[in-house]
């Protein structure tokens, strides 16, 4: 199985201040179709996961212009240029490139 | 709007048996994978299962394998997930999601449908 490693496991933040988390993964996740499944969600207390980025970079509708995705192969990594309050929670990545599907344990950010 | 529906859930005795379902609706439902993903309580989400539109392609987490059965009926747009010889562990609230890799998963939705195995 694909493992995705996430770190910090623990991010405190001060609001208006950039926060980066990275995720790698175990095998490369550029799939045979040419597109690389590397999917971020962000899951606020006591709420469902909600899709923040898929295919390492594309923001889903609705996420603010704030938060980036990068990476490529094994390596992504998740930004937020200004941390907002409601930014709390935990982020998650997932591959959906190799069988079975996988996430990382998430990084909980916080505000300081 | 895509919009998915989970029922279905609730307490069962360890050993147990459960069947989830899902109506979804706002896009071609048999045109597309469906998946069950899971959330234990204070844990991060766990794929569960995936099924192809045309049910002939599926896929389970190792986790469940030989317990659960993915279904599909594309004529009332619903997918199921027979759940056989529960544990403890089980127990979480579980999702629907269309699509298989991920990039369809978690968009605006209701809560899922929580499953809880104690005796």
């Known amino acids: 199985d694909v493992v995705m490693t996430q770190s910090p496991l623990s991010l405190p933040v001060t609001l208006g201040q950039p926060a980066s988390i990275s995720c790698r993964s175990s095998?490369?996740?550029?799939?045979?179709?040419?597109?690389?499944?590397l999917i971020w969600f962000h899951q606020r207390p006591g709420q469902s996961p909600r899709r923040l980025i898929e295919?390492?970079?594309n923001r889903a509708s609705g996420v603010p212009d704030r938060f980036s995705g990068s990476g490529s192969g094994t390596d992504f990594t998740l930004k937020i240029s200004r941390v907002e309050a409601e930014d709390v929670g935990v982020y998650y990545c997932?591959?959906?490139?190799?069988?079975?599907?996988?996430f990382g344990g998430g990084t909980k950010v916080e505000i300081k | 709007e895509v919009q998915l529906l989970e029922s279905g859930g609730g307490l069962v005795q360890p050993g147990g048996s459960l069947r989830l379902s899902c109506a979804a609706s706002?896009?071609?439902?048999?045109?597309?994978?469906m998946t069950w993903v899971r959330q234990a309580p204070g844990k991060g989400p766990e794929w569960v299962s995936s099924?192809?539109?045309?049910?002939?392609?599926?896929y389970y987490a190792d986790s469940v394998k030989g317990r659960f059965t993915v279904s599909r009926d594309n004529s009332k747009n619903t997918l199921f997930l027979h759940m056989n010889s529960l544990r403890a562990e089980d127990t979480a609230v579980y999702y629907c999601?269309?699509?298989?890799?991920?990039?369809?998963?978690?968009?605006?939705r209701g809560q899922g449908t929580l499953v809880t195995v104690s005796s």
């Open positions: 997932m591959q959906g490139t190799h069988w079975p599907r996988t």
């Open positions: 095998q490369s996740l550029v799939s045979s179709d040419g597109n690389t499944y």
């Open positions: 295919r390492v970079s």
């Open positions: 706002g896009f071609i439902f048999s045109n597309y994978d």
């Open positions: 099924i192809s539109g045309s049910t002939d392609i599926i």
């Open positions: 999601e269309w699509g298989s890799r991920g990039q369809s998963w978690f968009g605006p």
